[in-house]
């Protein structure tokens, strides 16, 4: 097993705030951190030691920044599999080639998941307009059109009430492959959020509860409002995953919870995920730190958590009318602040987020509730 050391060079694949995250937890430990984008102002690149510029495509770029790293990660999982190669032959590349072709593909993901005998809501492949109409019928109905490939948020998705509806959603996601899955009437959304070290080590940050505002992650309680069997079983789920891809860094399990108890796994994220990002606060090490101690080929750190917590995104809504009350916010001296450095806030925008700890995840959800209330509500209109 390789050591990365402290002092040595880790880069990331992306621009975001993923990677800005993890970045700064890679120089809080000393390491030089280099980030491979189309530009040098994301949210990533301005924490950078360096940023080397170019297309994901463009594999001479992207062998230059490989060979000026000691080991590359991701902070998104649509990376073209000739450029994860490109990088694996000049340096070490985590979680490798192989999960990333699982995960960035929504029928692969489901087929490896269904092969490790887990579980997930029944589906079917669609090529077609026509087969869209036979899986339909055949998988059951109400069901949801996905894209196979390079959906997020919500984003590449279609519902299908009956069976009129299969064809028209199968064209409207533009004709190209799909998945149909069973519609699945979920009590919850949930996640775990784990890491898988060099040496096989598993750590998990326990079951967070997910709710979103237009597909997009809204809101995250830790821990889950589940029985106690329900989040070893979900831990279960997540530790069988990790094993069963061999992955080496973090991975995020997003998985629905039904009425009955039973847990059903809806997508793979193979990097620290949105839910996680209460980590920072709520746990002793974070999702970041984690993800850079497992590429690196450091033990793990600790998941043990500090406190209750809540995570609110801030998007790009909340500045239509001007900068936010960000003083208001933090009149509450348990919540903490992240914004990312995005300039040019857009309605449904990532631009940051709020935790709050707290004793219970209930009293954490309606601390950092009100925060994010009072950034653009004056505070006598809230209390
Ligand atoms: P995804 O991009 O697969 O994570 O889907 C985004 C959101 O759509 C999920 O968080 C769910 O709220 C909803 N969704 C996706 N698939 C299903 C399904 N099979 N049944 C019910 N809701 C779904």
Known sequence: MTLIAPGR??????????????????????????VYGPDAKGPASQIADQTIIGAYEDLDRVREFAGCVDVLSFE?????????????????????????????????????LLSASLPVAAFGAVQSAVEAESVAERVGMPGVLKTAASGYDGKGQAKVLQLEDAAPAFESLGGVECIYERFIEFEREV??????????????????ENSHQNHILDLTRSPARVSSATARRAEEITRVVLESLEVVGVLCVEMFLTGDGELLVNELAPRPHNSGHLSI????????????RAVAGLPLGSTAPRAAAAMANLLGDLWANGSPRFADALREPAVHLHLYGKTGPKPGRKMGHLTALASTPDEAAEKVLKARESLVLPLSEIE
């Open 9 to 34: 060079s880790v880069g990331v694949l992306g621009n975001g705030q993923l990677g800005r995250m993890f970045g700064l937890a890679a120089r809080t430990m000393g390491y030089r951190f280099v």
């Open 76 to 112: 998104f999982e649509n990376v073209p599999a000739a450029t994860a190669a490109a990088a694996e032959a000049l340096t070490r590349v985590r979680p490798g080639p192989r999960v990333l072709h699982t995960c960035q593909h929504r029928l692969r993901e489901k087929t490896h």
């Open 191 to 208: 996640s775990v959020v784990a890491a898988r070290g060099e040496d096989g080590r598993f750590a998990h940050y326990g079951l967070f």
């Open 281 to 292: 606060e709520a746990h002793e090490t974070s999702q970041f730190e984690q993800q850079l």
